[in-house]
């Protein structure tokens, strides 16, 4: 059996000149059978000999000894009279690299070993394998090793991210295999990530949300990858897009939640006149909401409306969509009655009760409500004081019943994540609106 061919399988450059077999280490001699060598500087073959030397090589350990390489080496003269390199060392293609003290294989089993266990581990599950190693030789292999380009990206999600808010705005890209912040770009210019993109050819998936200036660079610079609106982006706009909805019909939605007075328990103390206005913001709100629709009325565009009554442009747009002012819902009705006891027995003893009296004593009694809420709660169980008394509104018109920017994240909310109450809103909601009958998923 040809003792080379067991020792380089497949290679047949390399003879065995001696193998000497000591108590625990085999030594065993090569040389190379290669009759010409290429020089590393101008790849000019050369045949001319310059002299010998002997590389020492640790290899895979044999039948549990350690093992050596020792390979009889050439140097050679470059027949190039303009290189520089006037003499040069033998170069293999396979096992044996320049400047190594270990064989290809032997390194390469090595690398893993210690990627695996981490340096101490891996020296000592070495030396019970024969295998003579250092643990700073063994992390050295990792330091030393090229790492796989992870500049390379499939999958990129965009987006802005704030230097300074509403000052100074830069672009994140985030890699969607691996979850994590890739590049910072310094603006949110479409020129910046079209030079990004440009450099990114195996890119297949784009990310974004609907800036104009990101759709135009996703188009031009990754022609190739598919947009994709992310799923943040695609949930807010759908419930901006139900709480407009439910601005634009919140009367009809609001009525149809209202509850009918007879189904009310509680009775309705008797007539006392007092009370004089609502609520004060309240009614600085309706105030500049009616002053908005007025500009409205006269055609003026939002921008104009905006600098003139000081509001933001985002304030105007949805009070334009909108033909009722939308007041703010409560939650703690039920907290007062608890102290229906006391309110009946103050609206008997005094007719010019005011409201602000009677909320002052309920907070000394421990009512945690705000002087609003008791307002609408007080509405919102028919229960009069002061002037409403003279002028009862019929229960339809008081009180809101339900906040349609809550009410739309409902909309988004799984099923099963939402309780009784909210499922009975979304249901009354749907009857009340074939529209939004159909953004219901259930
Ligand atoms: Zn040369």
Redesign the pocket.
């Known amino acids: 059996m040809n003792l080379a061919n067991l020792i380089f399988p497949a290679n047949d450059i390399f003879k065995v000149i001696s193998v000497d077999n000591q108590t625990d280490l085999i030594s065993i001699y090569v040389q190379s059978g290669q009759k010409a060598c290429r020089?590393?500087?101008?790849?000019?073959p050369?045949t001319k000999l310059h002299s010998y030397y002997t590389r020492r090589f640790n290899d895979l350990p044999t039948f549990g000894k350690a093992c050596r390489i020792f390979l009889r080496s050439r140097k050679y003269y470059?027949?190039?009279e303009e290189?520089?390199?006037k003499i040069?060392t033998e170069c293999y293609e396979d096992h044996f690299r320049p400047r190594k003290r270990t064989t290809s294989r032997l390194e390469g089993k090595l690398f893993n070993t210690v990627v695996e266990l981490g340096g101490k581990a891996a020296e000592r599950i070495c030396h019970h394998f024969s295998i003579p190693v250092s643990d700073t030789t063994l992390l050295r292999l990792i330091n030393n090793a090229s790492l796989p380009d992870s500049r390379v990206f499939t999958a990129i999600g965009v987006d802005d991210w704030a230097y300074k808010k509403r000052e100074r705005y830069g672009s994140i890209l985030v890699d969607l295999t691996t979850r994590k912040v890739v590049d910072l770009l310094p603006d949110r210019e479409e020129k910046s990530l079209i030079t990004w993109l440009r450099k990114q050819p195996k890119l297949e998936i784009i990310t974004r949300d609907r800036y104009g200036k990101y759709r135009r660079a996703a188009t031009k610079g990754a022609p190739q990858a598919i947009q994709v609106t992310d799923r943040w982006h695609l949930l807010k706009n759908l419930s901006e897009a139900l709480t407009k909805m439910m601005n634009r019909e919140y009367a009809g939605l609001n009525r149809s939640l209202t509850p009918k007075i007879d189904e009310s328990p509680v009775e309705v103390p008797g007539a006392l006149p007092v009370r004089e206005k609502e609520v004060a913001t309240t009614g600085i709100i309706k105030q500049r909401f009616d002053e908005m629709k007025k500009l409205q009325a006269e055609g003026l565009p939002i921008t104009k409306i905006a600098g003139r009554l000081g509001m933001s442009r985002q304030t105007v747009r949805k009070y334009m969509s909108t033909e009722t002012l939308v007041r703010k819902s409560y939650k703690n009705r039920g907290m007062i009655e608890n102290y229906f006891n006391h309110i009946r027995k103050r609206i008997e003893e005094d007719a010019n009760l005011y409201l602000k009296t009677l909320w002052s004593e309920l907070r000394l009694m421990g009512y945690p409500g705000g002087y609003s809420t008791l307002s609408e709660a007080m509405a919102y169980y028919g229960i009069r004081i002061g002037k409403k008394t003279k002028n009862p509104k019929s229960p339809e018109q008081s009180g809101s019943f339900f906040k349609p920017s809550n009410a739309a994240m409902l909309f988004l909310t799984p099923e099963y994540k939402l309780n009784i109450t909210q499922k009975e809103l979304i249901d009354k909601l749907c009857k009340s609106s074939s529209d939004l009958k159909c953004a219901c998923y259930w």
């Open positions: 020089c590393p500087n101008c790849c000019e050369s470059c027949l190039t290189c520089p390199l040069f």
